[in-house]
């Protein structure tokens, strides 16, 4: 399936669809994020899937994306749409001295750099007050009232970060980052500049996760610190979309976001009220206390599905695909 | 320059308890070679233990030590044994799924806490939590040296234990190189589950011995497994020498910054050292002792 084309071009026909057929602006909005998180899930997949440095830190960009549409908007009075492309340049500025740093050192020290990158800019946004407003947060007026706008752009964002990974993958560089990820001393040894092409893989996952954040900001219209920086659901997050989806893997991300957004808004709504109506129907008490755990437990969740798919899945659904599909017919 | 003193004072006491925090980190990350950030998270289910069994049972936090040590030893075991190690046999592309797997159990732990004690602050109330003696004008907090005499008594037989005892050889036989140590007779997958063990361990009395001066709730983990990682990196990934150091020094540091620059910068200076370090001296203290 994966190796032709029609799946994905199924997939993006119905995507294409998706919102003159389906009118309620709550599934609009669901898909909005998928679309968004397919963005970042690809930008987190050419760091960490192809190149082999696992970030945590996403959120870094995500929201230096985010502050930098609300602040074009908010001091300088221009529209947010210019930080769609802004954002994703402010991202790459900040990328490119971090990778520059900590690319000297191998092992475990990317990984920590980033999470203590996603912290600074946490703290720093939220300290910052006289440019930031600190938690009070960025508020802008939203362009659009119907979320079809909204949708393609997030939609052509998504194109774009999927074609870029496949562009990537295809050309010289794509080799150079999975030589990277499988022997960095070989691909040293081969005359490839492992210092210089790890920072240009984050470059391009920053870039495009910096988009993602521009975009969240004029869509959602609002944005502080905890939100647009948080390790949980920002960061962590990434990484879910991009392990479930399949790590390197072309369209693992889309995947991914589908099922990580589906999941995620699963949980917080609990079932979607359908928790809810099974115990007005049934009128069991405990019911209500299920209800009130479930849409409660929904890090819980993450937790676990990080701990369930590393164990069983390592490889995500488009990665294990052979594997999946051999145990459904097994079953069968 | 009393200000000075205390603050003195005040970073090393801290210090003390960092260093047993980082010393845990750093030996999981000598054997294992993954970086454990569930680290904080163990601290905060063992400081609920403590809080447990002083709220319902009266119990003294420092006799709790006997209770909560153990405790978190096969809670180490168990996530070792059951989590971390069934994937060094997969076959996976990233290298860093065991690190991912930490973090996913970190998770569960926070919001199991949050469960079951919801996400209120709690705290255990000592008569000695709020005591103090003074030295030439400069005040010590008596549950804070105690932390610190118990802490510094820890880390002693942890090197004692490490240099004399056959399995502390092995620890480190298997920290030099899994493959030699192998050969040479020594279990290394149990000689794995113990270290996460002893880690869990040491952290789980760093968390009783601060919870008498501290608060609790159940997010507290995370910005402890940072100063974790913040202490290991500065003494250099699984050198335990330099994980002392590096706990006294990040103690001190955050003492100074909270006085002279200001409470709200206090967690990012552990960040910024963190970059400094990266920058200037990436291989932590480790390159100036090499030990």
Known sequence: MLKSRTGPLIYLGVLILFPLVVRDSYYQHLMILVLMWVTIGSGWNIIAGYTGQVSFGDAAFFGSGAYTAGLLAHKLGFSAWWGLGLGGLVALAIAFPFGWICFRLRGAYFALATLALNEICRHLATVWESLTDG?????????????????????????LSVLCVEWIVHSRLGYY??????????AESLGIDTHYYKMVSLSFAAFLTGLAGSL???????????????????????????IVGG?????????GAFVMVAVSEIFRTAGFGFLKYLSQATGWGFMNLVTKYVSEAHVLTFGVLVVLVILLMPNGVVGDWPKLRRLVSRAR | ???????????????????????????????????????????????????V????MGLDPYVTLLISMPSLFFLGVIIQKYFLNPLLKTETILPENQVLMTVGIGMVLTEVARFIFTSNYLSAKTQYSDATFFIGGISFSVALCIAFIFASALTTAMFFFLIKTDVGRSIRAVAQDTEAASLMGVNAERIRNYTMGIGAALVAAAGTLLLPVYYLFPDIGGPFTRKAFVITILGGLGSTVGAIFGGITLGLAEAFGATYIGMDYEDMIGLLIFILVLLFLPQGFKRLTKV
Not at chain 1, 225 to 242: Q, W
Not at chain 1, 247 to 255: C, D, E, N, R
């Open chain 1, 216 to 242: 969240y900001m004029n869509y959602m219209g609002f944005i502080d610190p905890e939100v647009v920086f948080s390790l949980h659901d920002i960061s962590i997050m990434a990484i879910l979309v991009g």
């Open chain 1, 177 to 186: 980052f999975i030589s990277i990820r499988e022997d960095q001393d070989a």
């Open chain 2, 1 to 51: 320059m009393d200000v000075f003193f205390q603050t003195l004072v005040a970073g090393v006491l801290k210090g003390g308890l960092y260093a047993l925090i980082g010393i845990g980190m750093t030996l999981i990350m000598g054997v294992m070679r993954i970086i454990n950030l569930a680290h904080g998270q163990m601290m905060m289910v063992a400081m609920y233990l403590t809080y």
């Open chain 1, 247 to 255: 790590v390197g893997t072309i369209y693992g991300p889309a995947v």
């Open chain 2, 53 to 56: 069994f002083f709220h319902y």
């Open chain 1, 135 to 159: 938690m009070v947060g960025i508020l802008v007026m939203q362009t659009f009232v119907s979320k079809i706008p909204y949708y393609y752009i997030a939609l052509a964002l998504a194109v």
